[in-house]
């Protein structure tokens, strides 16, 4: 891990050069290609980019979720210094939820259509060994209220396909709370939610977290969600990491031009909205230089078409893969071994 992927507070998790593949007999798709990061203790970072770009596939190579043909090729995922990658199905199962409450973004797909909602607060409780029946129904009807249902009677004795989305959400974000897991991973949970409903849902998970000090990853397309619910934001593009830094100072002067690309495809009231140009790369084959080549606005640098950027330090605890400082229309060095960021350079409070 570089010194851009370290929190200020001692990491929770910690995630290293993590690579996953999508390999059928004809084809590999190379959806994450490097990534790394950290997590303190009680800290929340978003994880933004637009789709395609290999947010899901990290989340859930991060959780052990990844199906098939998808596998991690590489890397190493500590979560409280133990390494998830390699881990048997059973000893993942017993991380997730306990130790790792994992919100996804369509609540029915991770409900259970057949079963009763008490049933699988039950299952949920019982796979790791915790709680008496009565035990596990009154958990369950504090866990439901905490999240905001006005009868969670009634939700305990239906089914999945009596609620509304915002109400699934929220049975959802229950199940993923009620161990007390230390890190919570929400992938883009107010996806096909109004407005309203997705204020009420981030609302929701942030005092959640906040009120017992977990750690969260908040994965999202939405550069606004980012602004308001982060501490520390990733911007991902095409498998990698491209950006890293404060939210304040990422989102107010971006160093990596993907990053002011979705700054300026955010709505603005009186201003002309602007759209991102071309689309993300395949990702079957990697060019050879800077992924985002072909989009850039600021490409001049010969090294761009033939080496890709490394994360490197553009102001303090601020890093972006470029070749180029567009502020200061400068060509930044070429990346040495000697001047590769390290852990043991990372001062408190680097990224």
């Known amino acids: 891990m570089t010194a851009a992927a370290a929190p200020a507070t001692a990491s929770l998790l910690e995630v290293s050069d993590l690579r996953v593949q999508f390999r059928s007999r004809r084809r590999t798709v190379h959806a994450v290609n490097g990534v790394s990061f950290a997590i303190g203790e009680g800290e929340t970072v978003g994880l933004v980019g637009e789709t395609g770009c290999g947010k899901s596939a990290t ?7 990844l199906k098939s043909p998808g596998r991690v090729t590489a890397g190493a995922v500590r979560l ?12 993942l199962r017993q991380i997730r939820g306990a130790r790792i409450g994992f919100v996804p973004q369509n609540p029915f797909g991770a409900l259970n259509p057949v079963l009763r909602i008490e049933r699988q607060f039950r299952n949920v409780i019982r796979a790791h060994g915790r709680g008496r029946r009565g035990e596990i129904r009154s958990t369950a009807l504090d866990m439901l209220d905490a999240v905001g249902i006005a009868d969670p009677e009634r939700v305990l004795r239906g089914y999945a396909h009596e609620l509304s989305g ?11 709370m009620i161990l007390n897991p230390r890190l919570v991973v929400a992938d883009e949970p107010t996806t096909g939610l109004d407005l309203t409903i997705q204020r009420q849902i981030l609302d929701l998970i942030r005092d959640l977290a906040e009120t017992e000090g977990r750690s969260m990853l908040l994965v999202t397309h939405d550069v606004g969600v980012v602004a308001q619910y982060c501490s520390r934001v990733l911007v991902m593009y095409a498998g990698q990491v491209v950006e890293a830094g404060p939210v304040r100072r990422v989102l107010t002067d971006p160093a990596h031009p993907y990053t002011e ?3 300026a495809a955010v709505p603005r009231r009186g201003e002309r909205l602007v759209g ?3 689309t993300v790369p395949t ?15 600021y490409r001049s640098d010969p090294r761009c078409a033939t080496e890709a950027p490394s994360l490197r330090e553009v102001g303090p605890e601020h890093w972006a893969a470029v070749h180029y400082d567009k502020g200061a229309g400068i060509r930044l060095p070429a990346a ?9 350079d990372s001062a408190p409070g680097d990224m």
């Open 166 to 176: 915002g109400m699934a959400q929220r049975v959802v974000i229950a199940l993923a």
């Open 336 to 344: 040495s071994a000697s001047a590769a960021p390290s852990d043991a």
């Open 283 to 297: 990702l079957l084959e990697l060019p050879p230089g800077c992924f985002y080549y072909d989009r850039c606005q």
């Open 59 to 65: 989340v859930r190579a991060i959780i052990g979720l």
């Open 261 to 263: 690309a979705l700054l």
């Open 80 to 91: 409280e210094g133990t390494d998830l990658v390699g881990l048997q199905p059973r000893q």
């Open 276 to 278: 991102a140009q071309g």
